[in-house]
């Protein structure tokens, strides 16, 4: 029987690129967006698309109401990958910022994962992979909003993981590093929303953050295509032994390696030095 996966943040980067490797490779794939004008273009393109927004529960009910009706109750594997970013310092980060990432970061993973684990409960297998982060392992300055989700989702996704032994399902991470993506820009929104930045006590310091924020300097040092990210992923969901974690990226491998071996204080200052 042909398998079938529920993708999340498909619009562009990491999710589309899942979504057209994993449809090559035969699977059924329903790839979502935010946007209907997104799921409109990807419906263009031939696949089952409709919204899905992780920070509107009405949203993740209908998406998943959606999808085990096109599939007759079943579901192999979600892979839950949209999310955004909002750069800023952690002292100038209000709470309705943190509360509007954890929401679509978090909780929407959260939320919708947990409505998905009753059908593969019934029927005996499969994956959940969870898109982490670098950022995950370790934490950079500017990016706090994001850093926070991420740690949290790892604490969340390894005691799931735990859970689920003994039941069929299988509990993912992917951790890329710098991936081609528009992460960059869609922060914009968020920054403008939320940062006061000329009223911060780093007002100088945020004008360099905002040239590298709304410029467009080419690829990042080590920034890989999506399709690297789509190579493990197909990994994680195909394999009999899947992995806990999937490493993506120089950095990411450099940042676990670092996490384990250094001090705190001398981890601190190699991030701090770029």
């Known amino acids: 029987m042909q398998r079938s996966v529920l993708i999340t943040g498909c619009s562009s980067g990491i999710g589309l690129d899942a979504a057209r490797g994993l449809r090559a490779r035969g699977w059924r794939v329903f790839a979502t967006c935010r946007q209907e004008a997104d799921c409109d273009t990807l419906r263009a393109e031939g696949f089952e698309s409709f919204t899905l927004d992780y920070a509107d529960e009405a949203s993740i009910g209908a998406a998943v109401d959606e999808t085990l009706s096109r599939t007759g109750g079943t579901l192999d594997a979600l892979y839950n990958n949209g999310a955004f970013a909002c750069p800023g310092a952690v002292e100038d980060l209000p709470r309705g910022a943190l509360r509007a990432i954890f929401e679509?970061?978090?909780?929407?993973?959260?939320?919708?994962?947990?409505r998905l684990i009753p059908t593969m409960r019934a029927q005996g297998h499969g994956r959940i992979v969870n898109c982490s982060s670098v950022l995950g392992l370790v934490g950079l300055s500017w990016r706090g909003a994001y850093v926070s989700t991420k740690f949290a989702m790892e604490g969340l996704t390894d005691v799931l993981r735990i859970e689920m032994r003994g039941t069929g399902i299988e509990v993912?991470?992917?951790?890329?590093?710098?991936?081609?993506?528009?992460?960059?820009?869609?922060?914009?929104?968020?920054?403008?929303?939320?940062?006061?930045?000329?009223g911060s006590a780093r007002a100088e310091e945020y004008r360099t953050l905002r040239s590298r924020l709304y410029e467009d300097r080419g690829p990042d040092r080590?920034?890989?295509?999506?399709?690297?990210?789509?190579k493990k992923l197909i990994h994680?969901?195909?394999?009999?032994?899947?992995r806990a974690r999937y490493y993506v990226t120089t950095p990411t491998y450099l940042m676990g390696m670092a996490r384990r071996l250094l001090p705190t204080r001398a981890l601190d200052w190699l991030i701090a030095k770029g």
């Open 222 to 230: 080590f920034e890989l295509p999506a399709a690297a990210v789509t």
């Open 236 to 242: 994680a969901l195909e394999s009999p032994r899947p």
């Open 104 to 114: 679509t970061n978090l909780f929407g993973y959260h939320d919708l994962t947990r």
């Open 172 to 198: 993912i991470l992917i951790e890329p590093g710098p991936i081609t993506s528009r992460i960059r820009a869609n922060a914009i929104p968020h920054f403008e929303k939320w940062i006061d930045w000329e």
